[in-house]
């Protein structure tokens, strides 16, 4: 069974920045999950933030596009959101999480544009805390 774990959240003022990295364990992620990357304020439902599919091709939320960046870490099985340009609404619990994809065929899995529904990662990770004060 894979497992998640987040890392590289803190508190920030305002317009700061914070790199998460997501480090999965237990299976390997090439090939076989894409990875997102969503977030939960105190008495708020999880919302999507961005995420990146086994190809390479990533998606944004509007409210992050052009301020934050997900992409694979350099260590293996490592996801990384950079986040740039930090506002006290991007405050919130952090959770990275994994689609499984490997049944899809070889075209899907490369060229399918990953999707920010929550519904459709089965592996999260426990999350970790960012707080942009104002």
């Known amino acids: 069974q894979l497992t998640l774990v987040e890392s590289g959240g803190g508190e920030v003022q305002s317009g700061g920045s914070l790199t998460l990295s997501c480090t999965a364990s237990?299976?390997?992620?090439?090939?076989?999950?894409?990875i997102g990357w969503f977030r939960q304020a105190p008495g708020m439902g999880s919302e999507g933030v961005a995420c990146?599919?086994?190809?390479?091709?990533?998606n944004y939320r509007d409210p992050v596009k052009g301020r934050f960046i997900i992409s694979k870490g350099s260590a293996r099985n490592t996801v990384l959101l950079q986040m740039d340009r930090l506002l006290p609404e991007d405050s919130g619990r952090y959770y990275c999480?994994?689609?499984?994809?490997?049944?899809?065929?070889?075209?899907?899995?490369?060229?399918?544009?990953?999707?920010?529904?929550?519904?459709?990662?089965?592996?999260w990770g426990r999350g970790t805390q960012v707080t942009v004060s104002s």
């Open positions: 999480a994994a689609q499984r994809v490997d049944q899809w065929s070889k075209s899907k899995l490369l060229q399918a544009m990953c999707v920010l529904d929550s519904q459709e990662y089965g592996v």
């Open positions: 237990g299976l390997p992620l090439d090939y076989t999950y894409n």
């Open positions: 990146i599919n086994i190809g390479g091709l990533t």
